[in-house]
């Protein structure tokens, strides 16, 4: 078997994209989707009927103002999401727009409308997970989603703070940017790092280890890889989100892929530690690099939503 196959032996994989085509090529059991992959995916042919429509609805409205846009993009993402849940067994993960990240009442009533959208199309919410930026008010309001059985993916997760909260908030799953924390040590340091010693894999393993040895329920899903070295190195992890190409270079590999996590026997170097809000924004700032990768994270998609909305709105 190819390493694609065999990753799917020990791995649930998931497809980091909107691409409809990639999705029917690799079969992976989920799909993620953000501002910046709806910006991509907008411009393939497969989706223009859809966005032509979704513009037109736009310039019906009285006034294109931010609310209207704003739900234009809504619309978009769970068009999107439903064409890919008929493609897949598992879930597509939906992105509250990443303004509201710093607002827990106002990510809560997003999610409630995208939620609302997809059970209006005949999608049960077990299907979708809402996505939310790991910031405090994030994961306060995924706490409080959880409990009216709103599922949610904590993104833009980078620091071990973070992860810890997420666990503790009850979340279904967080998504770890492997390749964005190897990008800043990179940059940082001058230094190139090898797939055994890359930071952003590293970061994943602790999370991982620290999760089965308090037996915490969410799950663990490495994201955002540079390369097929970083995902080899995380092969047993719970999931894994891999862009189209990353997932044809593993289809292309015959060679053989070892298991690297393993439930059995698992020890944490962590003690098991409860974070209130200053405990978590206190070691959250302490450490510098997902200080800043989350910051830049959000701007970026952020950047993005604002580009889809001024691809809307120029109809």
């Avoid at 306060?140 to 997760?157: G, P």
């Amino acid at each position: 078997m190819n390493k694609l196959d065999q990753l799917k032996q020990m791995t649930d994989v998931v497809a980091d994209t909107g691409d409809i085509e990639a999705i029917a090529k690799y079969k992976p059991k989920d799909a993620t989707t953000n501002p910046s992959l709806l910006l991509k995916a907008v411009q393939l042919p497969a989706y223009k009927r859809l966005f032509d429509d979704i513009r037109q609805w736009a310039a019906a409205q009285t006034d294109s103002n931010n609310e209207v846009l704003a739900q234009s993009c809504d619309r978009l993402a769970v068009e999107i999401g439903t064409g890919i849940l008929k493609m897949i067994p598992g879930r597509v993960s939906s992105e509250v727009d990443a303004r509201l990240s710093f607002d827990t009442a106002a990510t809560i009533a997003r999610a409630h409308h995208l939620i609302a959208m997809y059970e209006e199309r005949g999608i049960a919410r077990d299907r979708v997970l809402i996505k939310i930026a790991s910031t405090w008010e994030g994961i306060e309001a995924a706490c409080q989603l959880e409990q009216e059985s709103i599922q949610c993916n904590l993104t833009l997760l980078f620091g071990f703070a973070q992860a810890r909260a997420c666990a503790d908030a009850g979340v279904f799953l967080i998504s770890p940017f492997v390749g964005r924390i190897l990008d800043w040590h990179r940059f940082k340091s001058g230094q190139e790092f090898s797939a055994e010693n890359d930071p952003g894999v590293q970061s994943v393993k602790r999370i991982y280890r620290y999760y089965k040895a308090n037996n915490y329920n969410t799950v663990v899903m490495g994201a955002s890889f540079r390369n097929t070295g970083e995902i080899e190195q995380l092969a047993g992890c719970d999931r894994l989100t891999i862009s189209p190409a990353l997932l044809e270079s593993l289809a292309s590999d015959e060679g053989e892929l070892v298991r690297a996590l393993h439930t059995d026997g698992v020890q944490s170097e962590d003690k098991k530690q409860v974070l209130d809000e200053s405990a978590f924004r206190l070691d959250h700032n302490d450490d510098a690099m997902a200080t800043e990768k989350l910051a830049d994270g959000i701007r970026q998609f952020a950047a993005d939503q604002v580009k889809l909305e001024q691809l809307i709105k120029a109809s």
